[in-house]
């Protein structure tokens, strides 16, 4: 039996479906170190024993060779019956060219939740090895100056539009605030500028502080994004969860991969009413591109997230404690956290455990 699998939103522990023999998966292996993480990601997963069909389809730079399209009809047809996703990066050129395919993505399937825990690797050595690191980002993945609104009004004078709504601040807060509950976690952060944006950051903390009221088991504090990616540095041990309008949850996603190891290991999530997309922090990275160099950690970690998500908990567990395995052993890791192995050494080494 073929099933789309559709179960969304941000539970991660949805009712088992029995008698499942494949789930049908959207896969866009991105560019860049793209299609190398997702080939090792997919090895890992299947290795799990759960049975996925991947449905493979181009975005990016070489759906654009391909096919002329950014992101060409058939990934939304596939995302559309799938409902879920696992997707590399894709390229956006700085300064012009394209938009970007992620916002476009993102603002098309209403995935408004980008979450990403970012925790510390047993056995990693980081300058932050001895503190007990494990924190979540969640990030507004459909507006605020991300949305890349911008015109020119007259030569030389150039505006960005920054939209923050009441209703998409509110789905990310009360979308923190669950996952607080229902993972029993103690604190909710929330991040802004509210004191130089005092509408539009100001609307967001409105909508957090409502939200918060909801949820009195939980300490809620709020920090201006300045003074947070100090404290994220000085003291990151302190930090639960962070709740983040979108640019701010771009940038601080980046500061908290490099407490942990770098991009190499962060995995996230994009997800939303209907569909779910998996994919990890990190970019392209042109310059180890096409190597076997790149670390597939942050993919397969995302695949751990999708696993979940789909209700194999089980093979989800297993697929987490085979790569802490490897890492805790200091065994076949790649260059970026310190070790000599390539993409897919590192990948044998997960399927072993
Ligand atoms: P990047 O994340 O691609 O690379 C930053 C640094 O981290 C580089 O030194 C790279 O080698 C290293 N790195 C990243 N992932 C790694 C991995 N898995 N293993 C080992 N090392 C890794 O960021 P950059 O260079 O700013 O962006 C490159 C392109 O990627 C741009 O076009 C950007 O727009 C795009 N991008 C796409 C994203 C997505 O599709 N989700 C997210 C972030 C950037």
Redesign the pocket.
């Known amino acids: 039996m073929r099933r789309s699998s559709a179960q969304c939103g941000i539970n991660f522990t949805p009712t088992p479906i029995i008698a499942v023999m494949a789930y049908l998966v959207t896969l866009i292996p991105?560019?860049?170190?793209g299609p190398e993480?997702a080939e090792a990601t997919v090895r890992a997963v299947d290795a799990t024993g759960v049975r996925i069909e991947w449905e493979r389809v181009d975005a990016g730079l070489r759906a654009l060779a391909d096919f002329g399209q950014l992101i060409p009809d058939d990934v939304f047809a596939s995302l559309e019956a799938t409902r879920v996703g696992l997707?590399?990066?894709?390229?956006?050129?700085?300064g012009g060219g394209h938009q970007?395919?992620?916002v476009a993505l993102r603002k098309k399937l209403g995935l408004y939740v980008n979450f990403r825990p970012v925790r510390i690797m047993p056995g990693l050595k980081t300058r932050f090895q001895d503190l007990p690191i494990d924190l979540a980002l969640f990030r507004e993945n459909t507006e605020d100056l991300y949305a890349g609104l911008e015109h020119e009004i007259v030569p030389g004078v150039v505006e960005s539009l920054k939209i923050i709504t009441r209703t998409a601040s509110t789905k990310i807060a009360r979308a923190t605030f669950e996952y607080a509950r229902r993972e029993g976690r103690a604190k909710v952060t929330a991040i802004h500028k509210a004191n130089i944006m005092k509408l539009s950051d100001g609307l967001f903390l409105t909508c957090c502080r409502e939200t918060a009221s909801q949820f009195p088991e939980i300490t809620y504090n709020e920090l201006i994004v300045d003074n947070a990616c100090m404290q994220l540095v000085m003291r990151p041990e302190t930090f639960d969860l962070l709740v983040l309008p979108n640019l701010y949850g771009d940038i601080i996603s980046?500061l908290a991969a490099g407490l942990v190891g770098?991009?190499?290991i962060v995995p996230g999530a994009n997800l939303g009413d209907h569909h779910a997309i998996f994919?990890?922090?990190?970019?392209?990275?042109?310059?180890?591109a096409g190597k076997g160099?790149?670390?597939?950690?942050?993919?397969m970690q995302s695949a751990v997230l999708m696993l979940a998500h789909l209700g194999e908990r089980e093979a989800s567990v297993r697929l987490q404690d085979a790569i802490e395995q490897v890492y805790t052993r200091h065994e076949s890791l790649?260059?970026?956290v310190g070790g000599k192995s390539t993409t897919d050494q590192f990948t044998d080494a997960v399927i072993r455990r």
């Open positions: 991105g560019d860049g170190i993480v997707k590399g990066p894709t390229t956006t050129p700085i970007s395919i992620n980046d770098g991009l190499g994919e990890a922090v990190h970019g392209t990275a042109p310059d180890i160099l790149a670390n597939p950690t942050a993919l790649t260059g970026d």
